[in-house]
């Protein structure tokens, strides 16, 4: 059955553009452990987050727009993911994707970075070591979600957000 | 090549070794002046041609340890499969071996990891530099008294808020 679409619509622009972004994420995997495998599974055929929209996975920065940060992030490898958050072009959401990712999960050492919200912005948490896909295809949803309500044409949304969301570092006796 | 007669033959030409054997674990306990003379004699003399593993451990606060770090070498005869560890002991301020770079080129990397975790220093390593830690790191983190949680490395870096970004 044809649907009846008529030949003009009208529109705001600021829903059309989140209409738009929100049903077209092209991911960044930053995929380090064990997260990552969930991250695939999620991407393969029997999960299959191309029913979001979100199957474009991209290796490059400068085509994606949501970083999913999925595992354990080390001190030496910090200064690279926060070089290739400033490469992604704007719009841009970031999924903290697992414990190690949101807080360093059970590797509380010199080395592990404790949650990689503490040094760049995280827009969803996703909990779980690992998550299930349906939890990572949970938190695209309510990214889109939270996309359609907040999103501006102009991105006017992120400038607002000058203040450090995450945990403070730590202070160490 | 049973183990009593690769040490004989050890025992005739360096005073103070020790061995010990438990199961198939083969043991030469040498000081550290001797090491890469037992190491050239075991590698030319004894057919042990590959090094397959080179590690170190800190004994600091180990029950009745009386030396500070113990550096371990694994020695295999691909010819007849036989195996045997040499250990070395070092205290501080002395943290020097010669290398082993020479003898087995797989050393390098080794001999790079066991300076990087605990800063045993390597003389006639071809480029003792630092393998898994960041170039600009300062501490030895395999050190005992060294802190699990580090001393604030993990945290010494920018914070990007989302209008900056």
Redo the contacts between chains.
Sequence with gaps: MALAIPDVMLARLDPLANWVRANSLWPMPFATACCGIELMATGASKHDIARFGAEVMRFSPRQCDLMIVAGRVVMKMLPVLQRIWLQMPEPKWCISMGACASSGGVFDTYAVVQGVDRFIPVDMYVPGCPPRPEQLIQSIIDLQAKIKQTGTLQGTEFGKRTEHMGPLPLHLN | MAFDVIVNALKTKFADLATSEFRDNRRIVVKPAQLFDVLTSLKTEHGFDMLFEMTAADYLKYPNATDRFGVVYGLLSTASGERVYVKTWLNEPELTLPSAFPLWKGADWLEREVYDMYGIIFDGHPDLRRIL??EAFTSF?LRKD????????????????????
Aim: charged share 25%; hydrophobic share 25%; no cysteine.
């Design positions: 830690m960041p983190p060294y802190p699990l949680r580090g001393r604030g490395e993990r945290h010494n870096f920018p914070v990007i808020t989302r209008a900056e970004s």
